[in-house]
């Protein structure tokens, strides 16, 4: 556990030295997840949707919560990956290391199960975009790549290839970044 919050910490100081907020959008033409931004929702990231996010109602009244309930902005992507959210310790994001399921921390925790992949986001900035990749480390070298598959619901997740065959029909793609100044959320729930 208390590596957990260790390897949490640095994940959100790794974040905050380049405080540069960023919203990530899926690439994959002529499929059905292209150009659709990548949201937080239910502890998973998925294609498209809306984010269910969160501000308590005292933070409402004293004017600090954003104005945005329906995106997701992001920090990092220089080893580590973070939701762009306001509450306080940060909501970091993780690989599932059963099934590859791209997931977050709740709010107020830093509880991330062990064995679960912290590592291996990539991120290069280009003039009009940059570009997000997660590529494998360690056991997971050769690894490379996301995955959008489809739900029971009609909806695309987000897989990290981690070697295992995830849940549904996947499709690969790519992640460009767009730069945002702010983080679009309290907390995402």
Known sequence: MKTTKTAAALIGLIASTHAQYISLTAVRSDSPIHLQTIEAAGQRLSVG????????????????????????????????????????????????????????????????????IIGGWARQEGKSFGLLTWEG???????????????????????ADIGVTPPGDCIGFDVITANQTEAAAWQYM
């Open 137 to 159: 480390e360690g056991t997971l070298a050769g690894h490379i790549g996301l995955l959008a598959c489809m739900t029971e619901r009609d909806t695309y997740e987000v897989y």
């Open 49 to 116: 949707g809306d984010a269910a996010t969160y501000c308590p109602s005292d933070m409402q009244t004293r004017g600090f919560c954003p104005n945005t309930t329906d995106d997701t902005n992001f920090l990092g992507g220089y080893g580590g990956l973070a939701l762009g959210a306001e509450v306080p310790g940060g909501q970091s994001v993780y690989i599932d290391p059963v099934c590859g399921a791209v997931m977050y921390t709740q709010a107020h925790s830093g509880f991330i199960p062990n064995g679960s």
